[in-house]
Nanobody, 125 residues
Framework: QAQLVESGGGSVQSGGSLRLSCAAS????????MGWFRQAQGKEREGLAV???????YYADSVKGRFTISQDNAKNTLYLQMNSLKPEDTAMYYC???????????????????RGQGTQVTVSS
């Protein structure tokens, strides 16, 4: 049974940094598309960053230059380094995974059939 467990969320002041981790188990991590998503209260879920099995990455414009997605295949762990955090980054953050049949990874939540429970990030001004 595939499982994803996020950690590293918390409260931080504007301009601060956090690193989220996502521990994966139950599947061959390095073959999958992995992504970070977030959902703020009253807003739609947003795809933030995606990394494919070759290490290629995609970032949403809202986080480009501030967030970095990375993975440690030996530890089956996905990371999201978040710098220069803003109050508008406040949301529940989720990691997710799916096995793409195409030669690219989607940034759409609906494609990701394995999802973590989320970790809350709160940024105060």
């Amino acid at each position: 049974q595939a499982q994803l467990v996020e950690s590293g969320g918390g409260s931080v002041q504007s301009g601060g940094s956090l690193r989220l981790s996502c521990a994966a188990s139950g599947f061959t991590y390095s073959r999958w598309c992995m992504g970070w998503f977030r959902q703020a209260q009253g807003k739609e879920r947003e795809g933030l960053a995606v990394i494919d099995r070759d290490g290629n990455t995609y970032y949403a414009d809202s986080v480009k230059g501030r967030f970095t997605i990375s993975q440690d295949n030996a530890k089956n762990t996905l990371y999201l380094q978040m710098n220069s955090l803003k109050p508008e980054d406040t949301a529940m953050y989720y990691c997710a995974a799916y096995l793409s049949s195409r030669d690219y990874c989607s940034a759409s939540w609906v494609e990701y059939n394995y999802r973590g429970q989320g970790t809350q990030v709160t940024v105060s001004s």
